[in-house]
């Protein structure tokens, strides 16, 4: 069974930065980072192949956030930068087909 380990999630002010990790126990095709805010569904913000080629944002994030992989460390990674109040959400890491890990929450303070 694979297991994934999130960390990084933190407090930050508006228009502040925070690096989000992803650790696997194993070797993972597609990884994909969601997030799911109180009360919201959750919802898609970044995928990567198992290469690290083709990254794919939504619209949200675009221009903001990046994801990438070490492929190594079986390690994918969310570089968040000017971070806004409506980023607040606890953030998962998914990898293909269907494994999750246990979530970090990132608040983002106006």
């Known amino acids: 069974q694979l297991q994934l380990v999130e960390s990084g999630g933190d407090f930050v002010h508006t228009g502040g930065s925070l690096r989000l990790s992803c650790a696997a126990s194993?070797?993972?095709?597609?990884m994909s980072w969601y997030r799911q805010a109180p009360g919201k569904v959750r919802e898609l913000v970044a995928s990567i192949t198992s290469a690290g080629s083709t990254p794919t944002y939504a619209d949200f994030v675009k221009g903001r956030f990046t994801i990438s992989r070490d492929t190594v460390k079986n390690t994918v990674y969310l570089q968040m930068s000017s971070l806004k109040p409506e980023d607040t959400a606890v953030y998962y890491c998914?990898?293909?087909?269907?494994?999750w890990g246990q979530g970090t929450q990132v608040t983002v303070s106006s």
């Open positions: 194993g070797f993972t095709y597609r």
């Open positions: 998914k990898a293909w087909p269907n494994y």
